[in-house]
């Protein structure tokens, strides 16, 4: 539970999670605050990287309409996330089974690390994978990445303790710091004939 001081001119905090005065951006939600869902209030535009990082009860969060940021790695690791869902009103972002992208998806946002399939193929559509988007997911063994795919962020797989096999793009030409930092039974990755830097 995060509670604010009534004076504070430039944060506030709404049944223990933390906003900006104007709670148009969610900088915190507890790691261990009770309840398995939560609606993110109306008037968020934006959601901080690391909000629901670490969170362990909550299993469902449903973004709402006005929300048109989400930084990176703003879900990674909340071990019970089984879905992110977004109003269909929302213009910046969707879900699709329970994943988050944006509106075209071109670009995968976030998996839920709970959430129950143990392969994921990324659709066609996608272009981008935003860094720490499968931080997380134990679930997981294996993931094909589409030759559609030309960039991905860091620690994309992070944490994937059960992962053991990853396609990767043909058309990535690096490969980000930690993309595969923990994957403790990762057995399988071929590296694309393009790739000329790997960040460690």
Not at 30 to 46: E, L
Not at 73 to 96: C, W
């Amino acid at each position: 539970n995060i509670v604010v001081d009534s004076e504070n001119k430039n944060y506030i905090s709404k049944d223990g999670v933390l906003f900006n005065k104007s709670k148009t951006e969610l900088i915190q939600y507890p790691a261990a605050k009770s309840g398995v869902s939560y609606t993110i209030p109306s008037s968020v535009s934006k959601i901080d990287g690391c909000a629901f990082k670490y969170t362990q009860n909550v299993n469902t969060i449903n973004v709402p309409q006005q929300t048109t940021s989400i930084a990176a790695g703003a879900f990674s690791n909340s071990v019970n996330l089984e879905a992110i869902n977004v109003d269909e009103n929302n213009l910046y972002y969707t879900s699709d089974n329970g994943v988050l992208f944006n509106k075209d998806k071109s670009e995968l946002v976030a998996y839920p690390a709970e959430k129950s399939d143990t392969s994921y193929t990324v659709p066609e559509s996608v272009t981008y994978i935003q860094a720490q988007a499968f931080y997380g997911c134990t679930n997981l063994t294996s993931v094909s990445l589409t030759d559609n795919i030309y960039d991905m962020g860091s620690s994309v797989f992070s944490g994937c303790t059960n992962l053991t096999e990853v396609v990767l793009s043909e058309n990535l030409s690096w490969i980000q710091g930690s993309t595969f930092s923990n994957c403790t039974s990762l057995k399988s990755v071929k590296i694309p004939s393009d790739v000329d830097t790997i960040y460690s």
